[in-house]
């Protein structure tokens, strides 16, 4: 498996850091609270992409954009398990919607 998945037991208004770097890559101090550091292959919801990288959306089966317009029929998180990127960490946080979920992928 090229992935491993960890949910975090976090509050939806949480920071959340690199555990590279420890940058704040979801800080709510920031206008644009989006702050993706280097180690960060995508930041995305169960209802779209905020942030990805080329280099991860190349080996995802389907674009971003095509996720996107098809946004009634796919499942993001079933979308990045499916990446073939060589390995990579998966951060599952509580979106503060029920049922939702914030993905953020860092490199492993
Ligand atoms: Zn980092």
Avoid: K
């Amino acid at each position: 498996m090229a992935y491993q998945l960890v949910q975090l037991d976090i509050q939806a208004t949480d920071n959340i850091q690199c555990p590279h770097c420890r940058q704040q890559v979801i800080n709510w101090a920031e206008e644009q609270y989006v702050q993706p550091c280097e180690h960060t292959l995508f930041i995305a919801m169960d209802i779209g992409f905020e942030y990805i990288t080329d280099e991860f959306e190349q080996t995802m089966r389907r674009t971003v954009d095509d996720l996107h317009a098809n946004d009634d029929q796919v499942s993001v998180i079933a979308e990045l398990m499916a990446a073939q990127y060589p390995e990579f960490t998966i951060y599952q946080s509580d979106l503060g919607i029920e049922g939702y979920s914030r993905y953020i992928g860092f490199t492993a």
